[in-house]
C-alpha cells in the first residue's frame, strides 16, 4: 500500500477515481518503520471503509439506488427508483390546494375572529401581519423548500443535515401524533351536529328537551315573562315563569323586587337575578349534556361511561380519513379539490346571508373597530404571533411531508407567499362572516355585542348554533355551517394523518407495497386512541391534550429547526440548494429571507416561548380547574416531544466517539445526500454546467462530476481522522 494514496473507489465499476492525496506536512516525520506505519494506515482504512456504505446503496435519502437508470428520462424528472415508489403530486395545482387546506383549517373560524375582539379589533391586524412576515412566512417557506429538496420525510431530513439533530424529525410525528388524535374527535362532533340538523326544528332551540335543567335560559323566553300577573313581575327559571318575589325568597335575605333585581334586607342594594344563578343557553346544554352525555358530577376524576352515538362519530371520521389516503397523495389530492374549496363557497353564502339580517352592521363594526391602546399591551402581539404561527402550521412535520411529493423543480417560494396571504384573508373575511350573525344575534335578543361572542369550541358548537335558530330554515344553514366545519378540518387531519403514513414509509420502505395495511392501522390505532375521549367525562381529555400537546413544544423545535438550517448547515448552503431547485430570488428578497431565518424568526419564536413559559396557566375549562395530577400528566405529553430528540442525538454522538471522528460530524451535513439531491434538482430544472471546454455535461455526467467532488471532500475530511490517530506515533 501506498501511504500518500487513497482508494476512491464508489461503486460504479466505470468509474474508479485515484489520487486524492493525503495533505500532512508532517505525515513522512512518524517515527515507526514503513511496514508498520502500512499496516496502522491500513486497520483505519479498512474501519472507515466498513462505517461508510457504497454511494449507490445510500438508503433513506430520497436518493436513487442507480445512479445510472436504464431510463435516462427519469433521471431528468427524478422518479427513478425510489422515489417513483414515493410518488409524487399529479400536478401542481393539488400540491397548492393540500398545502392550502392545510393551512385554512377550523382555527381560521373559531379562534382569529375572537382574538381579533379581544385584541383591539382592527388593529390587531398590524401585529398579525407583522408577526406573518417577518416569523410564520419564513418558516413556511423553508419547510416547503427542504421537503422539496430532500424528498424527504421530517423524521429522515434532519438527520441528513446534522446528525446531532437526528431525532428533532421525530418530536414533531410526536405532536403530530397527539394532534391527529384530538382533531378527529372535533371532526367526530361536526358529523354529530350534521346529522342532528336533519329535523325540521333544530333541537338545541329551546329549553323542553329531556335534558334541559332548571337552568336553561334564552332572553326570549324571559321576555314572556316580563307581562306576568303576578306582582313585581316573574323571570324565566326551571322552564317556566316563576314569580320574582318566591324566587328571591328562595335565597337567603332576599326579597322580591321587580322582574330583573331582588332586594337584598341586609345591606339595601339591589341583586341582579342573573347573578343568583348559572343562565345556560340550550344550544351550551345541548353540546355538554346531550352530545357529550355530561352531567353535575362528571370532571377529568369522573370520566363515566362510554358515549355510543359519539363513537359511531368517531369511526366515521377514521373512515373517512381511511379512504382519502388509502393511495396516499394520488387518493388525497383528487379530494382536495372538494375539501378546499367548499369551505370557501359556504363563506360566501353565510356572508351574504348574515349581511343581509338586522344588526349585521354592528357586528361587522364591532369586529373592526380599533383599539389602538392594545398595541402597547405584549399580550396582543404574543397572541398575533401565536394565531399566524398555529393557522400556517409550521413545526409539525405537515408541511415538509407534503412538499417531499412535490416535483423539484416546483416554485414552492410563490406557493408559500400566495397561501400565507390567502390563509390570513380568509381568516379577516370569516371574521366577517362571523360577526354579521353574532350581530344580528344581539340584536334578536337587545343586548351588546360583547355579550354574545365567545371563542374556540364555544363559538362553534354554542354561540353559531344558537345564532342559526334564529335564521329562517334554519336546518338548512346548520347543515352548511357543520359541512363547511368538517371539510375545514378533515383538510388538515389529512395533512397529520399523512405525515405520520409517510414517516413510516421513509423509515420502512418495503411497506410501501402495503400501503392498505399501514393507512388501515394507522387509522385503527388513531380511533382506539380517541375512544376514551368519547366517555362521559373526555371532554376534558380533549381540553388537556389540546392544552398542551402543541404548546411551548411546538415553539421549542421550531426554534430548533430554523437555528439548525439558517445557522448550522447555513443560510449560503441553503441558498445554493433553492438555486439548484430553479428558485432564483433578486438581491432584495433574497436579503429579506436570510434576515429573516437568521434574525427575525428565531428571535421572535424564543420571545413568543419564553413569554408562553411565564405566562402559563393551568388546563381549565370555563370554571373548572384540572386537578394538579392532570397537569402532571399533561407536561409529561408536552415534554415527550422534546425528549424523544435526546436519544437520538445522544446515539449520534456514541457512534462519533467510539469511531474516533471529530466531533465537528455531529453537525456537518452528508455530502453525499446533499450532493445527490443537488444534481437531480439541477437536472429535474434543466441545469447544465459547462466545463473549460466548453462541454456540455449530461445530467449523468453532472451527477457524477458532482460525486467526485463530494468524495474529495470527504477524503480530505477522512485524511484529518488518520492524521490525528497517528499523531501519538509522531515525534
Not at 489520487?19 to 505525515?27: A, V
Not at 403530530?176 to 362532533?189: D, L
Not at 337587545?446 to 335558530?469: H, M, R
Not at 395533512?495 to 402495503?514: C, G, H, Q, S, W
Amino acid at each position: 500500500m501506498n501511504m500518500n494514496r487513497l482508494d476512491g473507489h464508489f461503486g460504479d465499476e466505470d468509474h474508479n477515481y485515484h489520487d486524492i492525496s493525503l495533505h500532512d506536512e508532517n505525515e513522512n516525520q512518524l517515527n515507526v518503520p514503513d511496514t508498520q506505519k502500512e499496516g496502522f494506515i491500513a486497520n483505519i482504512l479498512t474501519s472507515m471503509r466498513k462505517k461508510k456504505p457504497p454511494l449507490e446503496d445510500t438508503i433513506d435519502s430520497g436518493i436513487a439506488r442507480s445512479i445510472k437508470g436504464n431510463n435516462p428520462e427519469n433521471t431528468m424528472t427524478g422518479n427513478n427508483g425510489d422515489e417513483s415508489e414515493r410518488g409524487n403530486w399529479t400536478n401542481q395545482i393539488e400540491f397548492f390546494l393540500s398545502c392550502l387546506a392545510y393551512a385554512v383549517g377550523i382555527g381560521n373560524v373559531w379562534r382569529f375572529p375572537y382574538k381579533c375582539y379581544k385584541n383591539g379589533g382592527g388593529v390587531f391586524l398590524i401585529p398579525y401581519l407583522i408577526m406573518l412576515f417577518l416569523a410564520a412566512l419564513p418558516l413556511f417557506y423553508l419547510e416547503l423548500a427542504l421537503g422539496q429538496f430532500s424528498q424527504l420525510g421530517p423524521n429522515k431530513i434532519f438527520g441528513k443535515i446534522a446528525p446531532l439533530f437526528r431525532g428533532l424529525g421525530y418530536g414533531m410525528l410526536c405532536i403530530s401524533a397527539y394532534v391527529s388524535i384530538y382533531y378527529n374527535v372535533i371532526i367526530a362532533w361536526c358529523i354529530y351536529y350534521m346529522f342532528a340538523g336533519f329535523s325540521a326544528k333544530l333541537e338545541w332551540a329551546s329549553c323542553d328537551n329531556w335534558y334541559n335543567t332548571a337552568d336553561c335560559y334564552t332572553p326570549e323566553l324571559d321576555k314572556s315573562c316580563e307581562h306576568s300577573r303576578f306582582p313585581g313581575g316573574s323571570t324565566w327559571w326551571n322552564n317556566t315563569c316563576v314569580p320574582t318575589h318566591v324566587y328571591c325568597n328562595s335565597h337567603a335575605h332576599l326579597m322580591g323586587h321587580n322582574h330583573t333585581h331582588c332586594f337584598h334586607r341586609h345591606s339595601h342594594k339591589y341583586v341582579p337575578l342573573a347573578s343568583l344563578h348559572d343562565r345556560i343557553s340550550p344550544a351550551e346544554e345541548y353540546f355538554k349534556r346531550n352530545m357529550l352525555m355530561m352531567d353535575s358530577e362528571t370532571d377529568i376524576d369522573n370520566l363515566g361511561v362510554l358515549n355510543i352515538k359519539l363513537v359511531g362519530c368517531l369511526l366515521v371520521a377514521w373512515i373517512l380519513v381511511l379512504v382519502c389516503l388509502i393511495k396516499g397523495v394520488k387518493s388525497s389530492g383528487k379530494v382536495v379539490w372538494f375539501t378546499a374549496l367548499f369551505p370557501y363557497a359556504v363563506l360566501v353564502i353565510l356572508l351574504v346571508r348574515g349581511v343581509t339580517l338586522p344588526g349585521a352592521m354592528d357586528g361587522i363594526y364591532f369586529f373592526v373597530t380599533p383599539d389602538w391602546s392594545k398595541l402597547t399591551e405584549i399580550t396582543v402581539w404574543t397572541d398575533a404571533a401565536t394565531q399566524i404561527f398555529y393557522s400556517l402550521g409550521p413545526g409539525f412535520g405537515g408541511l415538509i411531508t407534503l412538499a417531499s411529493y412535490n416535483k423539484r423543480n416546483s416554485n414552492c417560494q410563490r406557493d408559500a407567499v400566495v397561501i400565507a396571504i390567502a390563509n390570513s384573508a380568509t381568516s379577516i373575511f370569516a371574521g366577517f362572516v362571523i360577526f354579521s350573525i353574532l350581530g344580528f344575534m344581539a340584536a334578536e335578543l337587545n343586548v351588546d355585542v360583547s355579550e354574545v361572542v365567545e371563542g374556540g369550541t364555544a363559538l362553534a358548537f354554542v354561540a353559531y348554533p344558537t345564532a342559526i335558530t334564529k335564521l329562517p330554515v334554519s336546518p338548512l344553514w346548520s347543515f352548511l355551517f357543520f359541512s363547511m366545519l368538517l371539510t375545514l378540518g378533515l383538510d388538515s387531519q389529512f395533512t397529520n394523518v399523512e405525515t405520520l403514513i409517510t414517516a413510516i414509509y421513509d423509515e420502512f420502505p418495503a411497506m410501501r407495497k402495503y400501503k392498505i395495511s399501514v393507512v388501515g392501522g394507522v387509522s385503527l390505532i388513531g380511533f382506539l386512541l380517541g375512544v376514551p375521549m368519547c366517555l362521559q367525562g373526555g371532554y376534558y381529555l380533549f381540553v388537556l391534550l389540546d392544552w398542551y400537546s402543541g404548546s411551548w413544544s411546538l415553539l421549542m423545535l421550531s426554534v430548533a429547526e430554523i437555528v439548525l438550517v439558517a445557522w448550522i448547515y447555513s443560510t449560503a448552503e441553503f441558498n445554493t440548494d433553492l438555486k439548484s431547485m430553479g428558485l432564483y430570488q433578486n438581491r432584495l428578497i433574497r436579503w429579506y429571507w436570510n434576515l429573516s431565518w437568521k434574525v427575525t424568526s428565531p428571535l421572535l419564536l424564543i420571545f413568543v416561548l419564553i413569554f408562553t413559559l411565564i405566562k402559563y396557566q393551568p388546563a381549565s375549562d370555563g370554571d373548572y380547574i384540572f386537578p394538579l395530577w392532570s397537569n402532571v400528566v399533561g407536561w409529561v405529553i408536552a415534554l415527550s416531544s422534546v425528549a424523544i430528540t435526546i436519544p437520538f442525538g445522544v446515539y449520534e454522538f456514541y457512534k462519533i466517539v467510539r469511531k474516533g471522528w471529530p466531533l465537528k460530524h455531529l453537525t456537518e451535513f452528508d455530502y453525499v445526500w446533499r450532493t445527490q439531491s443537488r444534481a437531480l434538482c439541477e437536472a429535474v430544472s434543466n441545469a447544465r454546467s459547462e466545463d473549460n471546454r466548453g462541454k456540455m455535461f449530461s445530467p449523468e455526467e453532472l451527477m457524477n462530476k458532482n460525486l467526485l467532488h463530494s468524495s474529495i471532500k470527504i477524503a480530505r475530511s477522512d485524511e484529518k481522522v488518520i492524521m490525528s490517530a497517528l499523531k501519538p506515533y509522531k515525534q
